[in-house]
């Protein structure tokens, strides 16, 4: 089955600076990549996601971008600000497949 | 508002004990899913269903069960047979071809 990684399990960056979070998946046949953000005691928000027929996807400050032949895929959060602290998962599969692969997940700490 | 519901957010069980956790969810999503979160390991899925009246295993199914009789509705039973069933629990839906939405989980602990 899709095995996914996240690197690293942490991230600590300032207030204002950017944070990148990167995935590898193991399977070249997933084409549909989430990513959620979870704060805690809830359950995860899906953020952004990408298919494979695009290379990067943008929505204000948050970006994905996606390397098929390199089978990664990484989130860029610009300006980070203290309500971005939270863990980032990010997933993989089949488009029109239900059954996701999840990363272990990334604790992102923004410091004011 | 639409959305997925998950009760109760604390629940606790005791030895021998079957605990049966809810998700409704009235975004009249097809597909309905159980994941286990547990620290430093990501969400793992534990049982699925695509339609009203069947369901599938997932990668960690025993000493779970599931009904799916309600298109709204699918509790899970962790029953005691799951010998280690101190985790957080998440219910997420998804409508055809739409990305998976989360209710805001249980968190299942032994006395």
């Known amino acids: 089955g899709e095995n996914v990684e996240q690197h690293p399990s942490t991230l600590s960056v300032q207030e204002g600076d950017s944070a990148v979070i990167k995935c590898t998946y193991s399977d070249s046949a997933s084409n549909y990549f989430p990513w959620y953000k979870q704060e805690l005691g809830k359950g995860p928000q899906l953020i952004i996601d990408i298919r494979s027929n695009v290379g990067e996807k943008k929505d204000q400050r948050i970006a994905v971008t996606l390397n098929k032949t390199a089978k990664h895929f990484s989130l860029h959060i610009t300006e980070t600000q203290p309500e971005d602290s939270a863990v980032y998962f990010c997933a993989a599969a089949i488009y029109g497949n239900n059954r996701l692969a999840f990363g272990k997940g990334n604790q992102v700490v923004v410091i004011p | 508002d639409g959305g997925i519901t998950q009760s109760p957010k604390y629940l606790f069980r005791k030895e021998g004990q079957n605990v049966t956790l809810s998700c409704e969810q009235n975004l009249n999503h097809d597909a309905m899913y159980w994941y286990r979160q547990d620290p430093g390991q990501g969400l793992r899925l534990i049982y699925y269903?695509?339609?009203?009246?069947?369901?599938q295993k997932g990668d960690i199914a025993e000493g779970y069960s599931v009904s799916r009789e309600k298109k709204e509705s699918f509790p899970l039973t962790v029953t005691s047979a799951q010998k280690n069933p101190t985790a957080f629990y998440l219910c997420a839906s998804s409508g055809s071809n739409q990305p998976q939405h989360f209710g805001d989980g249980t968190r299942l602990s032994i006395l």
């Open positions: 269903s695509q339609i009203v009246n069947d369901f």
